[in-house]
């Protein structure tokens, strides 16, 4: 299977620069991964395809504000930090823009002063690890100094933080948000409880290889990047008791999937377990848990669309997503959603 077998035509314009208000208003393009049978409709509407006794799992994953700029203590030379990977204490793996400025043994100030960082090595891949200093709690202050780490394709500025977060985040961790989430509402999460949807939270932090093009011409020769993932035993126990009782487990988001089927292959079972993933998803693979998923629309020739594909076969895909283009929905992470069943 070819990389190139994934793309597909999308003008710009499709490209959302903005989320949309309210964030449960976006469209909705539900496939049915057995038939290939569309029918469109907007996100409120999801309870219309939800049963008492599913199951939506939910990546809880906080985005930090991972970009920072910084000017180099002995020139003022300004740089970019992009924090990629938190290795121990305020050590930290991060991209710096330009690379050259940042050779090891070099300082750094961000915000007066506010913070400091030295780097102490280069990765094989450039990347650098850098020491931070600073008063008080290091959150606290990246959060004064930090921006938020928009994907390459939105160049309008976020006015809101919180906008690039979803409403029930809370373990921060993630370069790049969640985006499956950014749909829901707390309104619209307590109406999914009350119809007798069970939510169960896993976590993992999503790192910047999730944006990187795969570069090969035949996807097995693609080398995924790793995240760090947790899934806790309460989940572990709600999916369960949602398998036993002929309930589905609804993915909210490809983060979520790639955690729960992480888990089932590593452990053989669904069970509380932590670590990192480069699973690798594409047409082929043997599903183990998913029943549904809540994605967007997602990058040609992507790790992401290849997992969709998977997951609901590559024709029904390739045609939801031409269809897509053809309906005008919005793409990528401030887009429209695909929800799949």
């Not at 996100?43 to 395809?49: A, E, K, M, Q, S």
């Amino acid at each position: 299977m070819k990389t190139s077998d994934f793309f597909y035509e999308l003008p710009e314009e499709l490209i959302a620069q903005t989320p949309i208000e309210p964030r449960d208003s976006s469209r909705m393009l539900v496939l049915n991964r057995q038939t290939g049978q569309i029918q469109h409709r907007h996100f409120y509407d999801i309870l219309d395809y939800l049963e008492p006794g599913d199951c939506l799992i939910l990546n809880d994953s906080r985005v930090l504000p991972a970009r920072i700029f910084g000017v180099k203590e002995d020139t003022g030379a300004n740089v970019e930090f992009l924090l990629l990977r938190h290795l121990e204490n305020k050590r930290w793996e991060v991209l710096t823009k330009p690379g050259r400025k940042a050779k090891p043994g070099t300082s750094f100030v961000f915000g007066d002063g506010l913070m400091r960082c030295t780097v102490a090595d280069v990765t094989e891949d450039g990347n650098r690890i850098v020491d931070f200093t600073c008063e008080g709690s290091f959150y606290e202050n990246l959060d004064q100094l930090g921006q938020m780490p928009l994907p390459p394709y939105i160049h309008e500025k976020l006015r809101d933080k919180e906008r690039y977060q979803t409403v029930y985040s809370r373990e921060l961790g993630s370069a790049a948000a969640p985006t499956a989430g950014l749909h829901f509402t707390k309104e619209l999460l307590k109406r999914v409880e009350e119809k007798g949807v069970k939510i169960g939270y896993v976590t993992l932090h999503v790192g910047l290889g999730t944006f990187r093009p795969v570069k090969v011409d035949d996807v097995t020769n693609h080398k995924m990047h790793s995240e760090h993932y947790e899934l806790p035993q309460a989940t572990a126990d709600l999916i369960n008791e949602t398998k036993k009782n002929g309930g589905r487990v609804i993915s909210v988001g490809t983060t979520s999937c790639r955690t729960l089927e992480t888990v089932a292959k590593k452990e053989g079972c669904i069970c509380a377990s932590e670590g990192w993933t480069d699973i690798f998803i594409y047409p082929g693979f043997r599903f183990e848990v998913l029943d549904g998923l809540i994605t967007n629309f997602h990058l040609p020739e992507s790790t992401l669309i290849m997992l969709v594909s998977a997951f609901a076969g590559y024709d029904h895909v390739m045609n939801a997503y031409h269809t897509a283009v053809e309906e005008h929905y919005r793409f990528f992470s401030f887009g429209d959603c695909n929800l799949i069943l």
